[in-house]
């Protein structure tokens, strides 16, 4: 199955600095997007980037995504102590709408 | 902006008995997913529906089954409830296209404790 991984990071930022994530998934795609969850709370989409697209931006997020490396980055630029949370990349496949969610990367912004 | 509805959000049970949950997507989303999320753990998908027909199907226990009626909420029924199925639920809604997919908005989940 397709499997959207993060890099085993746990990030502990000051307030304004910025923070980046990677994830890096096994087979092809036709999107990736990136959640935002809040302790055992509900998952927050916060873009969606398709397979033929390099870079997006979203306010504060900026995403990029190499296909020919099968990764994605996510940069929230001037981080708040609201940032804090888990992060997790999720892929799909061409054909099948499914999403397959990678371990999440716990970011921590200290006001 | 309207947004998936799921009911309730916090759920006990005791093991072996069963338990619905009841999911509303946002209007004109013609997809609901359901998934599955550990303590600690990533989601998982369980399954999924298009115009109310099954379009995909996980890893989703024999003991689970799912429908969606013709107002497209959609109601996962889980009986033998057992203490590992004790997560988190979420349904999910999207709208589908032939060669585009869409984003997966998310409801608030139900938290289900089997005891």
């Known amino acids: 199955s397709q499997q959207g991984e993060e890099d085993p990071q746990a990030l502990s930022i000051q307030e304004g600095e910025n923070a980046t994530m990677n994830c890096s998934y096994k087979?092809?795609?036709?999107?990736l997007q990136w959640y935002r969850q809040n302790s055992g709370r509900g998952l927050v989409h916060l873009i969606l980037?398709?397979?033929?697209?390099r870079e997006k931006h979203s306010g504060r997020l900026r995403v990029t995504l190499d296909t020919s490396k099968k990764s994605s980055s996510l940069l929230i630029t001037a981080s708040r102590a609201a940032d804090t949370a888990s992060y997790f990349c999720?892929?799909?496949?061409?054909?099948?709408?499914?999403?397959?969610f990678g371990k999440g990367n716990q970011v921590v912004v200290i006001p | 902006a309207a947004g998936v509805i799921q009911s309730p959000r916090h759920l006990i049970k005791e093991k072996r008995e069963t338990a619905t949950l009841k999911c509303y997507p946002i209007p004109r989303h013609d997809t609901v997913y359901w998934y599955q999320q550990g303590p600690g753990q990533d989601p998982q998908f369980l399954i999924s529906f298009y115009e109310k027909m099954q379009s995909d199907k996980g890893s989703i226990p024999d003991r689970f089954s799912a429908q969606q009626f013709s107002d497209y909420h959609s109601e996962l029924n889980m009986s033998s409830l057992e203490l590992g199925d004790s997560a988190l639920y979420f349904c999910a809604s999207s709208l589908t296209g032939t060669f585009l997919s869409y984003e997966q908005y998310f409801g608030p989940g139900t938290r289900l404790t089997v005891t």
């Open positions: 087979t092809s795609i036709n999107n």
């Open positions: 999720a892929t799909s496949a061409y054909g099948n709408n499914r999403l397959a």
């Open positions: 980037i398709r397979s033929n697209e």
